[in-house]
């Protein structure tokens, strides 16, 4: 964000919110909502979030800690992110027990593909099978690991965080409306990134925050099948005279292309 004055920037945040319920064959359409702030501190998403008390799918980033907790949210950890350390060192040394690693958590992933799109129940049934024993396995492979290496070492510090995470990735294994990883928000967050790299900066807070509704709007439209420049022309068309208590006909799961 531009830090005006001395010519010079800030970094701020744009933080995603993603519902999907597709994998799991649920009834209500996906969204994507997203936020701007000038800063990174726990207290953004909390305040996005206050009064949620369902599941949040999140990586190990401290300033999440605040949502969880008795009558707040409930974590599931990210294994997307956990396998992202074996990778980050598998590629810079080509160790073994990295390789091994990302190996154990592919082999949750093919589970995990044979279960998109059934019902939560038979997606338990399955995991509970076939998924629940690696699982348990990898964890304790893990803790056989780190005893033979350095403590220091980069390998290390990713079998530490994977330990400190796979807790609480293992309610994935006992309810099927949860997935492995948050790679749902991972994939709404790409338009940012790529946006980025071609604007590079929001010129104010104020203008940060009507690309968090631009981005909004376009994303859900995506996320529901809907072109975004179609629903925005014909929704912009309409909307001076609509009623304000009829505005939900213009959602993007109700848009009639």
Known sequence: MQAPGNKKTKTARVWTYVRDERPWSGSSPPGAWYQFTIDRKGKHPV???AGYTGWV???????????????????????AHVRRK???VFASQGNAIAEEAIRRIAE???????VRGTSPAARVALRQARAKPIFNELEDWLHAQLSKISGKSPLAQA??????????????????????????????????????????????EGGGKAMAIAFTLIETAKLNNVDPQAWLTSGLAQIADHKITRIGAFLRWRYDA
């Open 108 to 114: 949750l992933y093919t589970v995990g593909k044979e």
């Open 57 to 79: 799918h999140a990586d190990g980033y401290s300033g999440f800690n605040g949502l969880f907790g008795y009558d707040k949210a409930d974590e599931m950890a990210c294994m």
């Open 86 to 88: 074996f990778v980050d």
């Open 159 to 204: 079998i530490r965080y994977a330990l400190g995470r796979m807790p609480k990735a293992r309610p994935y294994l006992e309810n099927g409306h949860l997935e492995l990883n948050n790679n749902t928000a991972e994939r709404a967050v790409k338009p940012v990134a790529i946006g980025r790299k071609n604007w590079m900066f929001a010129g104010s």
């Open 47 to 49: 305040n996005h979030l």
